[in-house]
């Protein structure tokens, strides 16, 4: 405004008034990037940060209004919606609250191929195009496959605003209990994560593997399949137990013992398993458990 002012007096444009003014500093609360993610109950939450939230453009309302020559007023979104939206889009997704600031890039590699599978991660979300073929990723329990499919799901509705959801098969089978206590069909429960451009399934495979539960798992990855949505998986099951103990660095603790006896294939058994394949790329995590290599330090450092 006072800019604006200053030109019409002195009849000057004044085009290097904006070069003169310092670079402006990146948000320190928020490192620039316009949103904070923290945990919140039993979940992970995101909030517009305040250097957003106080946008100049538009007062905060996330649009602004401009006249045309005809005289009419249009709307149009500011450029710090789409961080509301993406904020939307992260508090809808339900990660657990201990994954709240996870990302890739800080997914320690302790060994095994953990480095390898990190780097297939940020580029497979550096070339994400929606619909693309999903991920399984297998390996024993402390290997680090939640940070990972936390992770990938935050940068995928953070950064690219895409609508996601987190799910452990577990914690799906009760709520289908506790649908039908309450007249609730099973499909009302499954049906709301077909519309997810990016559904991710924890724990496939654990639990007891009833009939009931191998037809929900069907069901439910039979209509991801049919709708060619992304769906990654994970997974304590491997294809060969003998193989995801070995090579799991076992210099950080006593050489392990095979925590898995039977296969990923024996739990979902062959029809899943082999849809399994025709939706995801399958990729075994190797490494030590940092869960038990934390607890050793812990003993040590008594
Ligand atoms: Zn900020
Ligand atoms: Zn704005």
Same mark, same amino acid.
């Given at each position: 405004m006072s800019r604006e002012s200053e030109t019409r007096r002195t009849?000057?444009?004044?085009?290097?008034r904006r070069r003169e003014k310092a670079p402006t500093e990146p948000c320190r609360r928020c490192g620039g990037l316009g949103y904070r993610t923290f945990p919140s109950d039993d979940l992970a939450a995101a909030a517009v940060c305040e250097c957003i939230s106080a946008c100049a453009l538009c007062n905060g309302e996330g649009h602004t209004t401009e006249r045309d020559d005809g005289g009419y007023l249009w709307v149009r979104p500011c450029k710090c919606a789409s961080v509301q939206q993406r904020v939307s889009r992260f508090n809808a997704?339900?990660?657990?609250?201990?994954?709240?600031?996870?990302?890739i890039e800080g997914?320690?590699? *302790? !060994?095994?191929n953990q480095n390898e599978i990190k780097y297939l991660l940020l580029n497979y979300r550096k070339n994400y195009a929606p619909g693309q073929r999903g991920m399984l990723l297998m390996g024993?329990?402390?290997?680090?496959k939640t940070h990972l499919l936390t992770a990938l799901l935050a940068y995928l509705s953070l950064e690219l605003g895409l609508s996601c959801r987190y799910i452990d098969f577990m914690s799906l089978l009760s709520k289908i209990k506790e649908g039908y206590n309450q007249g609730k069909s099973e499909a009302a429960i499954i049906g709301p994560l077909l519309g997810f451009q990016v559904l991710a399934v924890d724990? *496939? !495979?654990?639990?007891?593997?009833t009939d009931w539960e191998v037809a929900v798992l069907d069901d439910l990855i039979s209509r991801r399949y049919n709708t060619n949505s992304t769906t990654f998986f994970a997974t304590n099951?491997?294809?060969d137990p003998t193989q995801l103990a070995g090579?799991?660095?076992a210099s950080y603790y006593q050489p392990r013992q095979?925590?898995?006896?039977?296969?990923l294939e024996d739990r979902v058994g062959p029809r899943i398993y082999s849809r399994l394949h025709d939706m995801c790329d399958f990729h075994v995590v190797r490494g030590p458990d940092y869960r038990r290599r934390d607890l050793a330090r812990t003993r040590k450092s008594r």
């Amino acid at each position: 405004m006072s800019r604006e002012s200053e030109t019409r007096r002195t009849g000057e444009k004044q085009p290097r008034r904006r070069r003169e003014k310092a670079p402006t500093e990146p948000c320190r609360r928020c490192g620039g990037l316009g949103y904070r993610t923290f945990p919140s109950d039993d979940l992970a939450a995101a909030a517009v940060c305040e250097c957003i939230s106080a946008c100049a453009l538009c007062n905060g309302e996330g649009h602004t209004t401009e006249r045309d020559d005809g005289g009419y007023l249009w709307v149009r979104p500011c450029k710090c919606a789409s961080v509301q939206q993406r904020v939307s889009r992260f508090n809808a997704v339900h990660l657990p609250a201990r994954y709240a600031d996870k990302n890739i890039e800080g997914y320690r590699h *302790l !060994g095994g191929n953990q480095n390898e599978i990190k780097y297939l991660l940020l580029n497979y979300r550096k070339n994400y195009a929606p619909g693309q073929r999903g991920m399984l990723l297998m390996g024993d329990p402390g290997t680090g496959k939640t940070h990972l499919l936390t992770a990938l799901l935050a940068y995928l509705s953070l950064e690219l605003g895409l609508s996601c959801r987190y799910i452990d098969f577990m914690s799906l089978l009760s709520k289908i209990k506790e649908g039908y206590n309450q007249g609730k069909s099973e499909a009302a429960i499954i049906g709301p994560l077909l519309g997810f451009q990016v559904l991710a399934v924890d724990e *496939l !495979g654990k639990g007891r593997s009833t009939d009931w539960e191998v037809a929900v798992l069907d069901d439910l990855i039979s209509r991801r399949y049919n709708t060619n949505s992304t769906t990654f998986f994970a997974t304590n099951f491997g294809d060969d137990p003998t193989q995801l103990a070995g090579e799991s660095g076992a210099s950080y603790y006593q050489p392990r013992q095979a925590t898995v006896q039977v296969t990923l294939e024996d739990r979902v058994g062959p029809r899943i398993y082999s849809r399994l394949h025709d939706m995801c790329d399958f990729h075994v995590v190797r490494g030590p458990d940092y869960r038990r290599r934390d607890l050793a330090r812990t003993r040590k450092s008594r």
